[in-house]
């Protein structure tokens, strides 16, 4: 089952292919199509949005920082006393007892504690503008970058799009030539019989 299934596709690919190259592409679908799916401009206009969000003055250090920290601890214990030596009065008679053991059965314990710091530079010799600056200069330097990674693509597909337009032509040239060359032929034979 699984043999003739392979066998099928592997008949049919060719035809599938040769349909596929039956449709001509224009200009304007040429370039739209690779717009949308070539990955080098995909990761280019990916990487302007990252440096658009990180040139936003919320990343260069102007505004405080806050931190927080929480913890907790839980603890259970069993444990007994043992009080040798001592004595405590007994409530009825008044005479010396001495004091029984003393046993804790599920002692638990539970701590919390919680702690929140703000911080916040006052002067740091210009450095948070100048990284604002920086972050502002990286966003124009990758949008350049993709404008010459979407240049690039078009020129590429372009040359290819007219190498391509360029050998059908000479084809139908050749093709031509060829018709001329049997209309010769023929001409000359008929020439050649009389």
Do not use: W
């Amino acid at each position: 089952m699984i043999k003739s299934k392979s066998i099928a596709i592997f008949l049919l690919m060719p035809f599938t292919v040769l349909m596929a190259q039956e449709k001509l592409l224009s200009k304007e679908e040429a370039v739209i199509k690779a717009l949308e799916n070539n990955f080098g401009i995909r990761v280019a206009k990916n990487q302007v949005e990252i440096a658009e969000n990180n040139s936003s003055l919320l990343n260069s250090g102007f505004l405080p920082t806050l931190t927080g920290n929480a913890g907790a601890n839980y603890q259970r214990d069993d444990s007994t006393f043992e009080f040798p030596g001592q004595f405590f009065p007994d409530p009825d008679t008044g005479e010396p007892v001495p004091r029984p053991d003393a046993s804790l059965y599920k002692a638990e314990a539970q701590r919390y504690n919680a702690g929140l710091t703000a911080n916040y530079t006052l002067f740091d010799g210009l450095g948070r503008f100048y990284t604002f600056k920086s972050l502002k200069e990286q966003y124009q330097l990758s949008s350049l970058q993709a404008r010459e990674t979407i240049e690039n693509t078009m020129i590429q597909l372009f040359s290819v799009y007219f190498e391509i337009a360029r050998l059908t032509e000479n084809k139908k040239v050749q093709q031509q030539a060829l018709e001329i060359s049997k209309q010769r032929i023929t001409r000359s034979e008929y020439c050649l019989l009389y």
